[in-house]
């Protein structure tokens, strides 16, 4: 793949940004891993900040895109497997982006202009978003009802990338290369049966052992959680 200048300066941004935080990073280092130079950052994006949020809003879309991926197959799937394989995107995209997650701390940590403008930017909402998801799951059994939502939703969310962002540690202490394709679909595996319950069930019991009036009643209840899943991002995040 040929990138143009403009991709160039994208694709070191991201790099520089996740080693060094936007206050850390420079523009300087930008443009020297692009092999490009500084006028080019302002005839491209205008200024540091704006391609700082370049990178970001990137990112992001990557995240949303992964998520909907198997968004036509949903209709047709359990809550459970609806989850299941959501969750197995996710980490899929974790391994693939990591820099979002480190960035994103980075601004977190730091707080101030660049965590507002996240926060502006549907961060905050799609956390806000991702726990209604992690709330309507708990009610059709996926997830245990034991743990409040928000906290289930950090848990699992920050369990399933934390391997990535560890991965020179992990390399150097144990030789696991966490990027190889059996080791993300080992993690993957670990992730799902940590946090997923053994096997789907209902709020009116395990499927197949309800009476033939639950049954129906339990269907409705699907469909109804179902359709709920399948909107709850549409509308905010959907790529066009």
Known sequence: MEYTTKSKLLQAAIKVFSN????????????????????SV??????????????FTHLQDNLIEAIFVDSDKWRDMTPYDRVKSTTRNY?????????????????????????????????ALFSMKSMEWVSLAQDEG?????????????????????????????KATFGIDVFEEEQIEK??????????????????GKLGTQSPSATVHDSENSDKVRNALQSQFSADFKPS
């Open 91 to 123: 980490v899929r995209f974790c391994a693939r982006y990591p820099e979002l997650h480190r960035i994103s701390m980075f601004e977190t940590i730091q707080g101030g202009e660049m965590l507002d403008w996240m926060n502006e930017r549907k961060f």
């Open 42 to 55: 302002t005839y491209h994006y205008g200024s540091k900040k704006r391609l700082w949020q370049a990178v």
């Open 187 to 204: 993690f993957t595996d670990a992730i799902i049966s940590l946090f997923l319950n053994s096997e789907p069930v209902t709020s009116l």
């Open 142 to 170: 996926v997830y245990s009802s034991d743990v409040s939502a928000i906290h289930l939703h950090f848990i699992v969310t920050h369990a399933s990338n934390s391997i990535f962002l560890l991965a020179p540690h992990i």
């Open 20 to 39: 060094h935080g936007y206050a850390g990073g420079s523009i300087r280092q930008i443009v020297d891993l692009a092999g490009t130079n500084i006028a």
